[in-house]
T-cell receptor, first 113, second 111 residues
Framework: NAGVMQNPRHLVRRRGQEARLRCSPMKGHSHVYWYRQLPEEGLKFMVYLQKENIIDESGMPKERFSAEFPKEGPSILRIQQVVRGDSAAYFC???????????FGPGTRLTVT | RKEVEQDPGPFNVPEGATVAFNCTYSNSASQSFFWYRQDCRKEPKLLMSVYSSGNEDGRFTAQLNRASQYISLLIRDSKLSDSATYLCVVASYFGNEKLTFGTGTRLTIIP
């Protein structure tokens, strides 16, 4: 049973470009969570999605950030017009149901130059 | 005040010693509690859930005190492979599934 998969593992973008981060949950998991870890800081919750629904986006910045989890395919975290402060590790986690343990993917390290 | 507070360390401990980490949380509505470990530049990995009755998994023992809003992790007979950052994590389920992480306690086991 493959774990949570994320790609790309490393992404370099220039200021103003768009970044697209993908997450495929573990088989049988329909709940996806995105977290961000800034350098030397703890992980911070961004958004919680189920298939085709955003359940909780209380941790998402109000502008430039969006997330989706379509009926088919991976969950996508999209950052438009990236700035240097967006440089971080973005982790995706999945769980089989609400309230169950979350398992993390290897993360995408975004560097904005 | 941070929602989850941990001593950042670092803890430098000789191999074979016993080490204990503590954590406090501020949200009394928190429902679930975990310890994760994170190796340098890797993803967090679930170490164990924490229950009010206390639970043990091999060399690891976790305790929860709801009245004091306090969580602990004890590692006995520490191994070199235990070197990592240990993350205290709380969650308020039933409508709020997000995990709230402490900033972690860095542990280095010295040969």
């Amino acid at each position: 049973n493959a774990g949570v998969m994320q790609n790309p593992r490393h992404l370099v973008r220039r200021r103003g470009q768009e970044a697209r981060l993908r997450c495929s949950p573990m088989k049988g998991h329909s709940h996806v969570y995105w977290y961000r870890q800034l350098p030397e800081e703890g992980l911070k919750f961004m958004v919680y999605l189920q298939k085709e629904n955003i359940i909780d986006e209380s941790g998402m910045p109000k502008e430039r950030f969006s997330a989706e989890f379509p009926k088919e395919g991976p969950s996508i975290l999209r950052i438009q017009q990236v700035v240097r402060g967006d440089s971080a590790a973005y982790f995706c986690a999945s769980s089989p149901d609400r309230g169950k343990e979350q398992y993390f993917g290897p993360g995408t390290r975004l560097t904005v130059t | 005040r941070k929602e989850v507070e941990q001593d950042p360390g670092p803890f430098n401990v000789p191999e074979g010693a016993t080490v204990a980490f503590n954590c406090t949380y501020s949200n009394s509505a928190s429902q679930s509690f975990f310890w994760y470990r994170q190796d340098c530049r890797k993803e967090p990995k679930l170490l164990m859930s924490v229950y009010s009755s206390g639970n043990e998994d091999g060399r690891f023992t976790a305790q929860l005190n709801r009245a004091s809003q306090y969580i602990s992790l004890l590692i006995r007979d520490s191994k070199l492979s235990d070197s990592a950052t240990y993350l205290c994590v709380v969650a308020s389920y039933f409508g709020n599934e997000k995990l709230t992480f402490g900033t972690g306690t860095r542990l280095t086991i010295i040969p």
